[in-house]
């Protein structure tokens, strides 16, 4: 579109910022009410660990159909069907009497909430390109950014006067509320002209293409090792922090919410080192960082020598390296694929969450009651985030490679 036609930017920066906002209320706004949860619905921590585990099993598949769903048939049916599944699974986490309804319910809630950064790329693109969109992506990830704040803080705060099942009333209304913004502030992006020209089977095709590229595969997985020690971080802190190290909910929701802000601090660090270093001499650093912190986890964890500062300081040194990581293979993957690039950013999306939720899964079956199973799982991640990007990113300086 050009500048004549173009809506206001800040209403869609709302709209797709507060759809994206939602699969982040879902995973942090209960996580310290997880070992509640476990005591009501019976069960074991390790179980509704593996709550975590479902949603994101959910959410990887959800963006595999969201990305070429909404190319095909328009992003906003396809918004509102993702928040009407979104609004079915809380209920039923609310509803939900034994640990497999609620694993069942975070596994649709996972596939409703993959709704955001899909559809959020896809409609920037159809826009606006080059500065106008970067602009505008800078926007929704502003919005975006707060939800990891305010998530988890929101959830201890219930939890103050209410059991944990209000925690999931309000991301019901959440959805509701999301529904009525986007039906208010963000219009039909995809023309329709345009989705008649996207044949159904295409999907696939270009799946299969991107996973054997050599400009798409090693930044999405380096950019999946990462996540996938960055989720066991969300799955298994709670019960580290909360039940090995004694924080309160409230504390540690103070603690997670400050992590949150170490997330944007490496998120912004990032183009500035880059402008000396490369984007790909970023992800090789942040990786570095990300595994010493992770490897000094684990040595304090067998040595006996950690305490819950040392803990808390090394865990934020860790997510300011997840910080510089993501945002870089993140525009590193899609650089080649501008032609594709819903298709491939669902695949991204869905490769990092994958990841997430081996992660997650790993930790209920590693649970043993402390904190080493979690650690451990980031120390890997770390390590094996680092070695892909020095293994396979070549020179940090590169010329502009081709689209596919």
């Given at each position: 579109?050009?500048?004549?036609?173009?809506?206001?930017?800040?209403?869609?920066?709302?709209?797709?910022?507060?759809?994206?906002?939602?699969?982040?209320?879902?995973?942090?706004?209960?996580?310290?009410?997880?070992?509640?949860?476990?005591?009501?619905?019976?069960?074991?921590?390790?179980?509704?660990?593996?709550?975590?585990?479902?949603?994101?099993?959910?959410?990887?598949?959800?963006?595999?159909?969201?990305?070429?769903?909404?190319?095909?048939?328009?992003?906003?049916?396809?918004?509102?069907?993702?928040?009407?599944?979104?609004?079915?699974?809380?209920?039923?986490?609310?509803?939900?009497?034994?640990?497999?309804?609620?694993?069942?319910?975070?596994?649709?809630?996972?596939?409703?909430?993959?709704?955001?950064?899909?559809?959020?790329?896809?409609?920037?693109?159809?826009?606006?390109?080059?500065?106008?969109?970067?602009?505008?992506?800078?926007?929704?990830?502003?919005?975006?950014?707060?939800?990891?704040?305010?998530?988890?803080?929101?959830?201890?705060?219930?939890?103050?006067?209410?059991?944990?099942?209000?925690?999931?009333?309000?991301?019901?209304?959440?959805?509701?509320?999301?529904?009525?913004?986007?039906?208010?502030?963000?219009?039909?992006?995809?023309?329709?002209?345009?989705?008649?020209?996207?044949?159904?089977?295409?999907?696939?095709?270009?799946?299969?293409?991107?996973?054997?590229?050599?400009?798409?595969?090693?930044?999405?997985?380096?950019?999946?090792?990462?996540?996938?020690?960055?989720?066991?971080y969300i799955a298994g802190s709670s019960f580290a922090l909360i039940n090995v190290y004694g924080l309160s909910p409230i504390t540690y929701s103070l603690v997670f919410a400050l992590n949150s802000v170490g997330i944007g601090i490496g998120t912004q660090i990032a183009p500035r080192l880059a402008q000396q270093l490369g984007i790909r001499g970023v992800v090789k650093v942040s990786s570095l960082l990300y595994a010493a912190a992770g490897l000094a986890l684990v040595g304090m964890e067998l040595s006996g020598l950690g305490t819950v500062y040392s803990v808390c300081a090394l865990l934020f040194v860790m997510v300011v390296g997840v910080g510089g990581i993501m945002p870089s293979c993140n525009v590193l993957a899609m650089e080649a694929h501008g032609a594709i690039s819903g298709t491939a950013a669902a695949l991204m999306g869905a490769l990092g969450f994958g990841a997430g939720a081996l992660g997650s899964f790993a930790i209920g079956v590693l649970d043993d009651g402390t904190a080493l199973p979690m650690l451990s799982i980031i120390a890997i991640g770390g390590i094996a985030t680092a070695v892909v990007a020095h293994l396979t990113f070549g020179p940090s300086h590169v010329a502009h490679e081709p689209e596919i």
């Open positions: 579109m050009d500048k004549k036609t173009s809506p206001k930017t800040l209403p869609i920066a709302v709209a797709l910022g507060s759809l994206c906002a939602l699969g982040p209320f879902a995973t942090d706004m209960h996580v310290a009410a997880m070992p509640r949860m476990a005591g009501d619905l019976a069960t074991t921590d390790a179980t509704i660990q593996m709550s975590m585990m479902t949603y994101f099993v959910g959410f990887t598949l959800g963006q595999l159909f969201y990305g070429p769903a909404s190319d095909r048939l328009g992003r906003k049916p396809v918004i509102y069907l993702a928040l009407a599944i979104f609004l079915a699974a809380s209920l039923g986490c609310i509803l939900s009497a034994t640990a497999n309804q609620m694993l069942a319910f975070r596994f649709l809630q996972g596939i409703g909430g993959s709704i955001g950064m899909v559809i959020a790329s896809a409609a920037i693109r159809d826009l606006f390109s080059g500065h106008a969109a970067a602009k505008l992506m800078s926007m929704v990830v502003l919005v975006l950014g707060l939800a990891p704040v305010i998530a988890p803080l929101a959830g201890s705060l219930i939890l103050t006067f209410a059991e944990w099942r209000a925690i999931f009333v309000v991301m019901a209304a959440l959805s509701v509320a999301v529904a009525l913004i986007v039906a208010t502030l963000l219009p039909e992006t995809r023309m329709s002209e345009l989705r008649a020209t996207v044949k159904p089977g295409a999907a696939l095709h270009w799946y299969g293409r991107l996973l054997v590229s050599r400009s798409f595969i090693p930044y999405a997985g380096a950019l999946a090792l990462a996540q996938g020690g960055f989720f066991a």
